[in-house]
């Protein structure tokens, strides 16, 4: 054995003991970082008769008391008894509303030896309080299999927290490939976990539309399936197909089911259906909607289609507001997601219809005609009450009012809106985009889409451009992380790809910026994954560190 400095093998011996905030990274696993923890010596323990007690008790503060008996219940088989009560017991757990709490999703959370008090001003602030509990819990609370003699303990501790930004979002696309019901609200349930809010849930696309629309079964007949997709990485040209029809959508029972799940969990569904763009499969069964007349076939092909939606035509407008009405009628969020984003020009144009309705608006161009369609979706999607939100193309030719953006290609779009007053929810492509790779070397990596956008990438980002003035900054309503799916075929990897980046997105939205740090959230993360194990969720464990830019920066 080589000489090891003495002072130096006590550190290794005892480093644990000499850093507290170490030691309680390494024990206490929280995503995402909690705003203010303190951590005292001793453990509440949960016991055979442990109670736990709510005020007041109603249907929204008793999913959080379900939730921690259930996960409580799972590997000791006792579910702790729920029941109204005013006052905290010793050996009990207490939930409490509380109009002291400042912020609607915050919490407090007081762990002794005797019991656990949790305050908030909302039952949201309390079903957070819960993930913070479960996330300090032995793992073995995530699955139902029952251990005799194991014994269920939370450390002691006083936290305080809230989140930075009231959004905090991860975006599912299923119009490329589409996923089970059961696989959806999983993710739904890692968003929960996270303590993030919105699932935005991309449902209609050139090569499949994917829910259910009553007054319009061809959208569902033809438009949800395709003859074929295109083979592996798409090329140029001289690309080869499968051969294999692939189809399927989402009926309104099961969006309803999937709309009540997520707020089960505090998490709104944003709904979203493109226009003018991105609109094939939707041509495909009501060609009449398009400049050409058509015919098409629902894309097989990714990447972007010139044939969109033809915005001379009365029809067009008649048909989305149907469909709008009743996606609002499924989906109770204030927003609606319109799409807006890679609309060609080029059909516009040439369509007489769309140059005479350019001509009747004294509109300049077609620039100006796509800012006519968003602002007239916009004014009908207002009128009952609801505001829209647009990739950020809707800046283009004037933004309508009311209008939030989405900033994908950059952050410059969101900046402009933000400057103009427009609320503004980040998510540039470079830091939240998963369908790419998130390591440099790809050879044992499932095709992506290209691009490069490791764990560390993610979260570095930071919401707030520094080109605003803090007044403009609070238009910056949060952000989201985006999975495109043209290379996610199965729920399997979109787990790997989605995990542990989603978890990023889900510490920039929550943790102040000033307690941020890359090396606590790897550690904090590889201890989570016992806990993804026992759930039974894919995740990826290569490459955390953004390799490309340590070697330039050498
Ligand atoms: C997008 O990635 N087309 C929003
Ligand atoms: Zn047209």
Redesign the pocket.
Known sequence: MKFIHLPALLIILFGAALEPTCAAEKSYALIPAPVSATWQTGNFTFSATTKILVSPLNNETRLSADLLAQLVKNPSGNAPAISEGKKPADGSVMMILDNSINNDEGYTLEVTSKEITVKAKTAVGLFYAVQTIRQLLPTEVENSTLIPGLVLTVPACTIADEPRFIYRGMHLDVGRHLFPVASIKRYIDMLALHKMNTFHWHLTEDQGWRIEIKKYPKLTEIGAYRKETVAGSQKKANNTYDGKPYGGFYTQAEVRDIVAYASSKFITVLPEIEMPGHAVAALASYPELSCTGGPFEVRKLWGVDEDVFCAGNEQTFAFLQDVLTEVMDLFPSKYIHIGG??CPKKRWEKCPKCQQRIKDQGLKNELELQSYFIRRIEKFVSSKGRNIIG?DEILEGGLAPGATVMS?RGEEGGIEAAKSGHDVIMTP?KYTYFCYYQCEDRTNQPIALGGYVPLELTYSYDPLPKELSALEQKHILGLEG?L?TEQIQTPELLEYMSYPRTFAIAETGWSPANLKNFDSFVKRITEMHKRYDAIGVKYYTGEYRDTKALKEKK
Request: glycine share 14%.
């Open positions: 984003d890679e990739w994908w492509g985006c495109w």
